[in-house]
Each structure stands twice: as structure tokens, then as C-alpha cells.
């Protein structure tokens, strides 16, 4: 079984600050994990994903998400935020194959950029 | 390219009816998945179609149904509405690797179909 726990589910930072999004996981095999960003009004949009290579793995946009086994964590960041940030972010988690292969997703965390 | 359409974006249910959702997967996938987005929540996955068969299946009870087309497109059915089937449908398509499934593949996802359930 996997689950995928999102901490916080509102973040809201100031326009050129850290933006740090916090995920953790659970999972019985070896995990693949991702990070989705949603748009009002439209679809998930990858950011990045991890499938056991680096453990630091660079996204699209400046994000980047960096795997901790042994925090079993996923987290997410981003230097600078941009006000084109705010967004819902969902952390997701899936397993090498059988019937792992679906993404469980979590709660989801909405990113608020002020000026 | 055209990503992954769906069809209709918005539609107004009473309960007890019957829906048919309809999505078309970006050109050169060969599966799609549904997922059950409800508000303040993360996508749920309903189930995934490879080659026509229903291929897995998550906690969703029998009215939910599907059916892949040979061009790849795929329907989501649910019959007898619940007011709890409000939500957003998300399809997701993705390409079926050389020996099977992984978790590695990537969905493309659409924009969805907006149900709402009076």
C-alpha cells in the first residue's frame, strides 16, 4: 500500500521567498515520485519526478524536489517565488510495477504568492 | 499536439441519473486512466484502460464503469448519481512501456469534466 502525506495545505509566501512544500510517503516497494502543479480551471501539469536516479531532481519552472530515504520525504522547493507560482501542488507516489503502478496522490498544498 | 481532451467540461446531474464522460488521449498514448478529483482534495484513481480491457482497478464501487475504444479513446460511466459523485474527472493518458506497466510512466492529464450532482 502507498499514501502520500502533504503538510500544510495552504502556504503563502512573499514574492521572491523560499517556497518550500512539504511532502512525505509511504510505501511498500521501491517508490517513483512526483510533484503536479494545477492551474485554476485546468489539468495536472508535471513539475518533476523522481524514479531512483539522483536523488535531487530539477523541475520545470526552478522547482526542484530532493528524495530522503530515510526521512521518507519528497519535499519541494523553489528559490524565488514568482507570483505566476500560485497554484495547487500535489505530491504523488507510485511502485515499480504489478499493481503499483497507479499514482496516489495527497491532499494537495495551495501555494499563495503576495506581492 | 493535441493533449488530452475531454468532454463536456461542465454538466448539472440529478440524483439517480446516468453519466457518460468521454476523453481522448494525447496523440501516440496507447492507455488512459480516470481519476475522481473531489473539492480540497488530491486525485483519485478510479481505474486504467490498456488494450481495450480494464487493466486495474481502485476502491470505486460497480456503477463506475468504462470502455476503451480502438482509437484509444476511452468513456467513464457512472450510473444511479450520489450526491458524493460530485467531483472533477480527470483523464490521463500515458504510453504502455515494452514488458508492461510502471510506475515510472507519465500521465499527461486534461483539464477534466466538472460533474456536479443535485
Known amino acids: 500500500a502507498q499514501s502520500v502525506t502533504q503538510l500544510g495545505s495552504h502556504v503563502s509566501v512573499s514574492e521572491g521567498a523560499l517556497v518550500l512544500l512539504r511532502c512525505n510517503y509511504s510505501s511498500s516497494v521501491p517508490p517513483y515520485l512526483f510533484w503536479y502543479v494545477q492551474y485554476p480551471n485546468q489539468g495536472l501539469q508535471l513539475l518533476l519526478k523522481?524514479?531512483?536516479?539522483?536523488?535531487l531532481v530539477k523541475g520545470i519552472n526552478g522547482f526542484e524536489a530532493e528524495f530522503k530515504k530515510s526521512e521518507t520525504s519528497f519535499h519541494l522547493t523553489k528559490p524565488s517565488a514568482h507570483m505566476s507560482d500560485a497554484a495547487e501542488y500535489f505530491c504523488a507516489v507510485s511502485g515499480a510495477g504489478g499493481s503499483n503502478y497507479k499514482l496516489t496522490f495527497g491532499k494537495g498544498t495551495l501555494l499563495t504568492v503576495n506581492p | 499536439d493535441a493533449g488530452v481532451t475531454q468532454s463536456p467540461t461542465h454538466l448539472i446531474k440529478t440524483r439517480g441519473q446516468q453519466v457518460t464522460l468521454r476523453c481522448s488521449p494525447k496523440s501516440g498514448h496507447d492507455t488512459v486512466s480516470w481519476y475522481q478529483q473531489a473539492l480540497g482534495q488530491g486525485p483519485q484513481f478510479i481505474f486504467q484502460?490498456?488494450?481495450?480491457?480494464?487493466?486495474q482497478r481502485g476502491n470505486f464501487p460497480d456503477r463506475f464503469s468504462g470502455h476503451q475504444f480502438p482509437n484509444y479513446s476511452s468513456e467513464l460511466n457512472v450510473n444511479a448519481l450520489l450526491l458524493g459523485d460530485s467531483a472533477l474527472y480527470l483523464c490521463?493518458?500515458?504510453?504502455?512501456?515494452?514488458?508492461?506497466?510502471?510506475?515510472?510512466?507519465?500521465?499527461?492529464f486534461g483539464a477534466g469534466s466538472r460533474l456536479t450532482v443535485l
Open positions: 484502460y490498456y488494450e481495450e480491457e480494464e487493466r
Open positions: 523522481y524514479t531512483s536516479a539522483a536523488t
Open positions: 490521463a493518458s500515458s504510453l504502455a512501456m515494452i514488458g508492461g506497466f510502471s510506475g515510472a510512466n507519465v500521465l499527461t
